[in-house]
């Protein structure tokens, strides 16, 4: 046996998630309200160096000069001052008060917010409902009514405005709170003796600070906007001080002979908040999770497919599922995750094809991409073609692709509490998948709900319509499930790892129930596990995948008894033997490559034990056994076997 150290060049590793800064200048449109926002900011905290007039002087001899006269830019107000000055002082004082105010709300608000959220019951109690008393008057009306207590001025309308906007935070952080403070991570802080306090500001707020930093980004536009509001009425700031409010106010009685005045602030406003707006709309993208591939668009309905052309070959005549050469990326800042690396494999009518591997060897994304449930950004289909009773299905419509999913093609997920809507009945849910496909009444829907339940072996199964996901057991969930799929006699079934979160009891149920569903019903099933004892008892054929690629197929019983790929033998030796205590369990050494930088040669070289040097160099073929049989290795084990 050849020695499997062989030395490699270690290759340097590509950049991966771009950083937050990046993500957001990817964003043409907030990149651009920054860079508005930055110019906006930068002259008005400039204004006191600037070569600008005093602001506040009259000169009734300049009264209403328009734009670009001499020594006034933007012409001067009906009392002579100058537009310009006043313009950049007006603006200085805006963005001031909006700031002050939001900071306040989002202060008081988040923190209030914060405590009823983890305190729950009276204290909880207490603050919503004085919370709900705020909100209960119109929040400009009570502006105006704290504005009328407390006098007219800019630091009461500053309140004012600060007050009536802290409901907008405690409404959204409670909430958030609400749903953190019952998660386990909290519930292990307590045990480690952690205080009230140390939980709230250390476990707590760091969850909930992208929320109140986005809600304030989003929020400062509509200060500015209320304060403005204030001023216009004369409530805001008071002569001589100008903000974009009074200035728009004085504006208002020489509108129609001199609308400069009035549009000179009116146009700061709209740039101030539409920057302001857009700025915060990056933020929001930047910090939300599901946006960080960079792309910075929510996924789509079905998998973008960017495939040059189909394949040349024809699909197989007698099969309901052929794929050839799939390739499915991700592409994730500047890196491209090749999760998906040209998959071929067919499954028959009425056949069990078991698609196996360790996590992370693509076998959810080949599932996934068959009917275009990758999310898209970041994931694409590449190239390939997935050919459904001679139906290609990347060149389906999407109308097409509706009419298949739940329909001809079914999928039963790993986690069906999960995948079971928590707010409706399963009964509900099985009548609406029901009608979804086929022109039936609701009561008629009901009666193959029910019959569909008593299929899969549920007892009371009229009784159990009426019961929501919760109020099951997880095997009890997984029947619903694939009820569910078989709800309209499915030619193809795709069941990603339907027993894993299962004990072993529940799963010989589910898989002695799918093999005689199938068998009954001349349904063909994908089986995606990685677990070889599960593919003993319900596949015909096999295929074994690695680092998204298929590295060798072959029937059940060929590749139980004579596994030609080292990795396929290495994941036979992991699963135990009733009755061989003495037999030893041997785990794979090492971790499988990341799919963005995958070795040259055999991607499972540096793992394996009979590796060689010409095993990492060049594209490793699929070498042929036979018409079912095949393995993706240079130098396959039992090959003398095999060939037979």
């Known amino acids: 046996m050849t020695d499997a150290a062989i030395s490699t060049p270690v290759k340097k590793k590509k950049g991966g998630r771009p950083s937050a800064v990046k993500l957001l200048l990817n964003n043409t449109l907030a990149t651009t309200g920054l860079i508005v926002l930055m110019l906006i900011v930068l ?113 009461n309308a500053l309140y004012a405005i600060a007050v009536v906007n802290i409901p907008f935070f405690a409404r959204n952080i409670r909430g958030m709170t609400l749903g953190l403070s019952r998660r386990e991570f909290v519930d292990a802080a307590r045990l480690s003796g952690k205080s009230h306090f140390a939980i709230l500001f250390g476990e707590v707020l760091p969850n909930v600070l992208p929320v109140i930093i986005i809600t304030m980004s989003t929020t400062i536009g509509w200060m500015i906007l209320e304060t403005a509001g204030l001023s216009f009425l004369g409530l805001g700031a008071q002569p001589p001080q100008a903000d974009l409010g009074s200035m728009l106010g004085d504006g208002r009685k020489v509108l129609f002979t001199d609308a400069h005045v009035s549009m000179v602030p009116g146009l700061m406003i709209f740039a101030l908040v539409m920057s302001i707006n857009l700025f915060g709309d990056g933020i929001r993208d930047v910090l939300d999770p599901r946006l960080k591939s960079g792309a910075l668009a929510r996924p789509g309905a079905r998998t973008a497919v960017k495939r040059e052309a189909a394949p040349d070959e024809k699909p197989r005549e007698n099969a309901v599922l052929d794929v050839q050469q799939m390739r499915t990326e991700f592409h994730v800042g500047g890196s491209i995750y090749k999760a998906v690396g040209g998959v071929d494999l067919h499954i028959r009518e009425g056949e069990c094809l078991g698609l196996v591997g360790e996590s992370g060897s693509g076998k959810s994304v080949t599932a996934m991409s068959l009917m275009g449930l990758v999310p898209t950004p970041p994931g694409r289909i590449a190239g390939g073609a997935a050919w459904f009773s001679g139906e290609d299905l990347f060149a389906a419509s999407d109308e097409r692709i509706r009419q298949l999913r739940g329909g001809a093609v079914s999928h039963v997920f790993q986690d069906p ?82 027993t894993t979160a299962l004990d072993v009891t529940v799963q010989a149920q589910i898989l002695e129930l799918m093999n005689g569903l199938r068998k009954e019903r001349n349904t063909a099933i994908l089986f995606i596990t990685h677990d070889f004892g599960v593919v003993s008892a ?22 139980l008894a004579n596994p030609a790929h080292p990795y396929t033998a290495k994941l036979i030796d992991c699963v135990p033997v009733l009755g061989e205590p003495e037999r030893r369990l041997d785990a794979i050494q090492g971790r499988p490559p990341v799919v963005n930088d995958l070795p040259d040669g055999c991607a499972f070289a540096d793992r394996c034990p009979y590796a060689q040097e010409d095993c990492r160099k060049g594209d490793i073929p699929m070498l042929s056994f036979g018409e079912e049989r095949g393995a993706r290795c240079i130098h396959p084990l039992n090959r003398e076997t095999a060939d037979a």
């Not at 002259?43 to 670009?68: E, F, G, Y």
């Not at 107000?77 to 805006?94: Q, Y």
């Not at 590295?551 to 060929?558: H, M």
């Open 417 to 498: 509490l999960s995948t079971l809507h928590p707010l409706f009945t399963v009964g509900d849910q099985l009548i609406e998948a029901i009608q979804a496909h086929q022109p039936l009444s609701k009561s008629e829907a009901r009666k193959k709900a029910t019959d569909l339940l008593q299929s899969v072996r549920i007892p009371n199964a009229a009784e159990r319509l009426n019961a929501f996901p919760h109020e099951l057991s997880g095997g009890m969930r997984q029947r619903i499930s694939i009820a569910m799929a078989l709800a309209n006699d499915a030619q193809l079934i795709i069941a990603d790892e339907p």
């Open 538 to 559: 319900i596949c015909d054929r096999v295929a074994v995948m690695y680092a998204g690629r298929i590295v060798e197929t072959g029937t059940t019983e060929e590749i």
């Open 43 to 155: 002259v008005a905290l400039a204004a006191p160096i600037l070569p600008l007039q005093p602001p506040n002087v009259t000169d009734p001899s300049v009264r209403l000069l328009p734009p670009l006269s001499e020594g006034h830019l933007l012409g001067t107000d009906a009392l002579g001052r100058d537009l310009l000055s006043r313009l950049i002082w007006g603006t200085r004082v805006s963005l001031a008060v909006g700031v002050s105010a939001t900071l306040i709300a989002a202060f008081f608000g988040s923190l209030i917010g914060l405590v009823a959220g983890y305190a729950g019951g009276r204290t909880d109690n207490i603050l919503m409902r004085g919370i709900d008393m705020v909100m209960a008057f119109p929040y400009i009306l009570l502006a105006l009514a704290i504005v009328a207590v407390l006098g007219p001025g800019l630091l």
